[in-house]
């Protein structure tokens, strides 16, 4: 068993009460209306983390936090002049106009996009929920084909031309980037397996709900591709995934063919890429995306809330797999929005991809008694 | 002199990029067989222990490189993580990577175009 030594964010990550009480007594009609909206559900996720924190909730408060400030974009944009030896030279800071340098205003924007998706949806201020800066390091290397997030700082080459574009041609690849920033701040789940995959496929939800934001694309709409455009011309494929139809995004004879399994009855079990991190979140992607399908609409308003509820659910552990997170995504549908068209959605879902979630009773943390809550299990459903 | 190299991670899992690629300095111009093996030399290949660099706590996305050298009898393997610090162990990698792609395009590769 995991134990984590203390969980960071258990009571002051999101609006603190006496906030929204003051906000809803005093502000706006629309300020009263998300006041009184996060109030009606803020208070079970804040007795659940309490609930399921090692500590006690008093040591655990030690900075207000900043949640009602204004948005505070903090982006710095840097140039690595395609080396690899940091920090390289600051060219564009918050609120400095564009320069002619392509990459790095896609990076801007990009930063930009992401920090404004996950503060007008889910209220969060930035990656740590603080207004930690955000970095983005462009031209990284020689013909450097990748991006990558490295724990505090996001990194872009510029990619070969002969396979790759830049890697800040595509806005869900930044989002993915930042999003592992996110998933390392509220989780974290390690980067190997089942909790690796659950890792990339976070990334790749939010990455991918970051675009369709900006694009005001409804879940039928999108695409649902990460990584489109990413490729040269010289590539047979569309993108590095697709949520919607995985192993289906490339078929080329230099990558090969995309290797994504759909359902658990494909499971990829491999000791390459930490363990299928890349291969296996096809599954959780694909189950996401037929949430997302069923609920229709922006897949960001329930669908993305409930997983982003379920990566901060305190019994989220470094070494989660994918039948324990299913069962804490139907709890965060069923606590969010009660029972009924979003916890069958997210339950069909998973069962779709061959992980069924069921009504037994488990015991929650911290809490006296057994309550009522679904678990999980291999299913053998069929593909949709 | 034998190099081979295998890549792992990066943005995606790419089937045909994870293969090995192995670099038979025989079948190299002799220019860029010097260089190679001038570059052993240099970055003391074996004299590394088996994994140089670590990777972040909390990264995602990163790749790492396995250069394994066959030499008149001995074999070495060293994984090099990104990014890889050490200037001469950086330009060797640097150096199979571009053998490895011309070899790969000139022989191995399918369509004998192209190769990553």
Redesign the interface.
């Known amino acids: 068993m995991i134990h984590r030594p203390r969980h960071r964010h258990s009571i002051h990550c999101i609006l603190p009460p006496y906030l929204a009480r003051s906000i809803a007594q005093n502000g706006s009609d629309a300020q009263r209306e998300k006041a009184l909206r996060t109030l009606a559900t803020d208070g079970t996720f804040r007795a659940l983390r309490l609930a399921g924190s090692r500590t006690p909730p008093s040591s655990a408060v030690t900075r207000p936090r900043a949640m009602m400030v204004e948005s505070a974009r903090q982006r710095i944009i840097y140039d690595m002049g395609n080396s690899e030896a940091f920090p390289g030279t600051p060219v564009r800071f918050e609120g400095q106009p564009a320069t002619d340098d392509i990459a790095a205003t896609e990076a801007y924007d990009g930063l930009g996009a992401t920090y404004d998706f996950f503060w007008e949806v889910f209220g969060r201020n930035s990656i740590d929920g603080d207004g930690m800066p955000l970095m983005a390091f462009v031209h990284y290397g020689k013909g450097y084909d990748n991006a990558f997030w490295d724990g505090k700082r996001m990194v872009f080459g510029d990619g070969d031309d002969d396979l790759f574009n830049r890697f800040t041609i595509c806005m869900d690849v930044i989002g993915h980037e930042l999003s592992h920033g996110v998933t390392e701040d509220e989780g974290p789940l390690w980067y190997f397996r089942q909790a690796g995959a659950l890792n990339e496929s976070l990334s790749d939800v939010f990455g991918s709900l970051v675009r369709q934001k900006v694009l005001g694309q409804t879940a039928d709409k999108a695409d649902w591709l990460i990584g489109k455009g990413l490729f040269t011309g010289n590539v047979e494929g569309e993108a590095l995934r697709s949520m919607k139809s995985p192993g289906t995004a490339f078929d080329d004879d230099v990558l090969g063919k995309d290797p994504q399994p759909g359902h658990m009855r494909d499971y990829v079990r491999t000791w390459e890429d930490n363990g299928g991190v890349h291969i296996n979140s096809g599954i959780p992607n694909r189950a996401f995306y037929l949430v997302a399908s069923r609920l229709g609409g922006h897949a960001w308003e329930r669908a993305g809330r409930i997983w982003y509820e379920a990566l901060r659910d305190p019994r989220i552990k470094p070494d989660t797999n994918f039948l324990e997170f299913a069962r804490i995504t139907v709890m965060s549908a069923t606590r969010l929005y009660g029972a009924g068209e979003e916890e069958d959605a997210v339950r069909e879902g998973w069962e779709q991809v061959g992980i069924r979630v069921s009504r037994t009773g488990i015991r929650v943390p911290g809490l006296v008694g057994t309550v009522t809550q679904p678990s999980a299990e291999i299913g053998r459903a069929p593909s949709a | 002199m034998r190099i081979e190299l295998k890549r792992?991670?990066?943005?995606?899992?790419?089937?045909?990029?994870?293969r090995p690629r192995s670099v038979d300095l025989e079948r190299l111009p002799a220019e860029q067989a010097e260089a190679l093996r001038e570059g052993v030399r240099a970055a003391r290949f074996f004299e590394q222990p088996p994994v140089v660099g670590a990777t972040?706590?909390?990264?995602?996305?990163?790749?790492r490189f396995t250069l394994t050298v066959e030499e008149e009898g001995r074999r070495h393997s060293v994984q090099l993580v990104?990014?890889?610090?050490e200037p001469r162990l950086?330009a060797l990698l640097?150096l199979v990577k571009q053998a490895a792609k011309a070899l790969y395009r000139a022989h191995g590769?399918?369509?004998g175009s192209?190769?990553?």
């Open positions: 792992e991670g990066g943005p995606a899992y790419f089937p045909g990029l994870a972040p706590r909390g990264a995602a996305d990163t790749r990104e990014p890889v610090e950086h640097e590769g399918p369509g192209r190769g990553g």
